[in-house]
């Protein structure tokens, strides 16, 4: 099983930026999804989470200005970020837990991908 997040890139302030995550391999059920953020020299932070059934949750920081969503699918969950800041530069990573078809269930980190927000 591996998740892959895309839709990173370099976006003006005011700007947005549409990431998307997608789970594959061996998935049997995915549950919860979370996307975190990891700027520069700081600690890894836990941004938005959205359960199987739809349920939201977000970071103080970021309530009302993204929006999490998932196409349960295509095994994929998305975040939505309107009105960026400069301090929502970091790399994005995605985390779900996983049932695998073996019935394990498992918790998976993404690689990241880069949001830049800059003038």
């Known amino acids: 099983v591996q998740l892959v997040e895309s839709g990173g890139g370099l976006v003006q302030p005011g700007g947005s930026l549409r990431l998307s995550c997608v789970a594959s391999?061996?998935?049997?059920?995915?549950?919860?999804m979370d996307w975190y953020r990891q700027a520069p020299g700081k600690q890894r932070e836990w941004v938005a989470r959205?359960?199987?059934?739809?349920?939201?949750n977000y970071a103080t920081s970021v309530r009302g200005r993204f929006t999490i969503s998932r196409d349960n699918a295509k095994n994929t969950v998305y975040l939505q970020m309107n009105s960026l800041k400069p301090e929502d530069t970091a790399v994005y990573y995605c985390?779900?837990?996983?049932?695998?078809?073996?019935?394990?269930?498992?918790?998976?980190w993404g690689r990241g991908t880069q949001v830049t927000v800059s003038s």
């Open positions: 391999g061996s998935i049997s059920s995915i549950y919860g």
């Open positions: 985390n779900a837990d996983i049932r695998l078809l073996s019935a394990t269930l498992v918790n998976y």
């Open positions: 959205i359960t199987s059934g739809g349920g939201t």
